[in-house]
């Protein structure tokens, strides 16, 4: 595609003539590489919980609150760089921004399946790995501010239930494949030697016992097969829409500038791991948006500073608070327990109670342990699954409603799912309780995921063109948190031998969310079916 045509200057779809004739078919087209892209993001970003359980299982020298924190950072990075990925679109263009995000995930792609190949890895090079991770987590910002400048207002909860549905696919391809390459030494001697299993570990085809062969390093690897050709589908089949983007420079300056907001990114979410030490999640956290903020609208240039400060408007609408708070219940709570997920069941499920002659109790390992690698990717599948279903049934009730009705479900799913972490726990069988703890976290994830798809399509109808980007760039980046903060809850948690409160603590916000998105959109009726 040459220059000219990547970049269109006129662009009206809510013209109904425009949009048959020819804005449908461009819409699609960036669509459709949109969506792989922002899958592949999603499996770099959140691999973590699959490499730290195999981790375990293979004896690197590394605790468990360790392997959290590697989960847990690049959680942190992701949420964080969705902030500054949110203001991409109108500074670089989609085409620029979609292409150089994607062919960034190259780094940390390459990067762990170099480290993973030796055990004696420092720990640091580890976490900056996953730190780099985060960025397919920011890439969901900017992917869906810039499919939703493509489509009409009729077709919001389509166009962004598919691209955030579909990308959301990429945590259960990511689950499935992992385990799968591991298995198996695809690229041969230039991967390096396998490792043997020192516990039995498991994939969707089986269970693999201790002193088995595995590439670990594969799980790094293999994203480079899907990142290479993506980018050149990024480059030559998308395109900036120059009247969200009037000045994006040339592709040189526009990459600059995505690099530096990414930058001020990685600074702020190194800035949140160090305050970590010191300050609680709680305190952390705020402190890594402020900074991420206050460093944003730092930023010099006669065209840079102008555009950034004009989003900032944004955080003028009470709306935009409560959607966002909103969307940390829907979608942060689907990537909050995809990524703690894995480990959560090898930890609670992989021990069991000991009672012993003189009446001592202690935890022992379970031999008969369900594998974290064999069930954890069927939650986000079907709350992947679900979500472009939550758009359509959206459009058709309206988003508010269904999201009022999946939040019920969620305060009471969260609620059985403590009370049966906490049984599991403490019982010298905790297999008998695995059943209707994988069927409950189901529940969860499929009321998210189609939570998912009913708060995008109210933001697509709350706010207008210009506010619309950049809101839901900037809920999806807190939203993110998610998958910083549930791995960081339950594994405290568990640590204190007390699962159940991190659920039960999911539940309280859940209550509150229902409440405030009854006053604000359901109290008067005025956002039952619009939006």
């Not at 990067?111 to 969901?140: E, H, K, Y």
């Not at 009247?243 to 995505?258: D, M, R, V, W």
């Not at 390992?365 to 069927?378: C, D, F, G, R």
């Not at 708060?455 to 697509?460: A, E, K, M, P």
Request: net charge neutral; glycine share 12%.
């Amino acid at each position: 595609m040459s220059k000219r045509n990547a970049d269109i200057k006129e662009w009206n779809v809510e013209d109904a003539q425009f949009w048959e004739q020819e804005g449908k078919h461009i819409a699609n087209r960036n669509l459709w590489i949109s969506i792989p892209s922002l899958l592949v993001g999603f499996a770099v970003w959140m691999m973590w919980g699959m490499i730290t359980t195999q981790m375990q299982n293979l004896g690197f020298p590394f605790t468990t609150d360790q392997l959290f924190t590697l989960t847990a950072t690049a959680g942190l990075a992701g949420a964080t760089l969705r902030i500054p990925a949110s203001f991409m679109l109108r500074l670089a263009g989609g085409r620029n921004t979609i292409f150089l995000t994607t062919a960034l995930l190259m780094i940390p792609a390459a990067g762990t399946g170099i480290a993973l190949m030796n055990q004696g890895t420092p720990f640091w090079i580890f976490q900056a790995l996953a730190l780099l991770s985060g960025i397919g987590g920011g890439n969901f910002a900017c992917s869906m501010s810039n499919i939703s400048s493509f489509y009409p207002k009729s077709q919001q909860g389509y166009a962004l239930g598919m691209n955030a549905g579909l990308g959301n696919f990429g945590v259960t391809t990511m689950q499935i494949l992992v385990p799968l390459v591991m298995t198996v030494g695809i690229f041969g001697v230039i991967a390096g030697a396998p490792m043997e299993l020192q516990s039995a570990s498991g994939t969707l085809i089986g269970r693999i016992e201790a002193g088995t062969e595995t590439w670990i390093q594969n799980a790094g690897f293999i994203w480079l097969i899907f990142l290479i050709p993506l980018a050149f589908a990024g480059w030559f089949g998308m395109n900036n829409l120059r009247p969200i983007t009037p000045s994006p420079g040339s592709p040189l300056q526009a990459f600059g500038k995505i690099l530096g907001l990414y930058g001020v990114g990685v600074v702020a979410t190194v800035i949140g791991l160090v305050a970590l030490t010191w300050l609680s999640m709680w305190f952390a956290l705020p402190l890594t948006i402020v900074v991420t903020l206050i460093m944003l609208r730092l930023i010099p240039g006669e065209e840079i500073k102008p555009n950034i400060q004009k989003q900032f408007a944004i955080f003028n609408d009470k709306h935009t608070w409560s959607m966002t708070l909103l969307y940390i219940l829907t979608f942060g709570s689907f990537i909050g327990f995809s990524a703690a997920l894995p480990l959560s069941i090898t930890v609670i499920f992989g021990n069991m109670m000991d009672v012993a002659a003189d009446g001592t109790i202690s935890r022992v390992v379970n031999p008969e342990a369900p594998s974290a690698l064999t069930w954890s990717w069927i939650g986000p599948f079907v709350g992947a699954l679900v979500r472009p279903i939550g758009g359509w049934i959206a459009d058709k009730l309206g988003g508010s409603l269904v999201t009022q009705i999946i939040t019920i479900i969620m305060v009471f799913a969260s609620v059985a799912a403590g009370y049966v972490m906490m049984l599991a726990y403490n019982a010298t069988d905790p297999n008998q309780y695995f059943w209707i703890f994988m069927l409950l976290f189901i529940a969860l994830f499929t009321a998210s995921g189609i939570g998912n798809g009913s708060t995008f399509r109210s933001i697509g109808f709350i706010f207008d063109a210009q506010k619309k980007g950049p809101v839901l760039g900037w809920t999806a980046a807190v939203a993110g948190y998610g998958s910083f903060i549930a791995p960081v809850m339950i594994g405290d948690q568990i640590k204190a031998g007390t699962p159940e409160v991190a659920m039960y603590g999911f539940a309280v916000f859940y209550a509150i969310c229902l409440v405030i998105n009854w006053w604000f959109y359901l109290r008067k009726g005025a956002y039952v079916k619009n939006p």
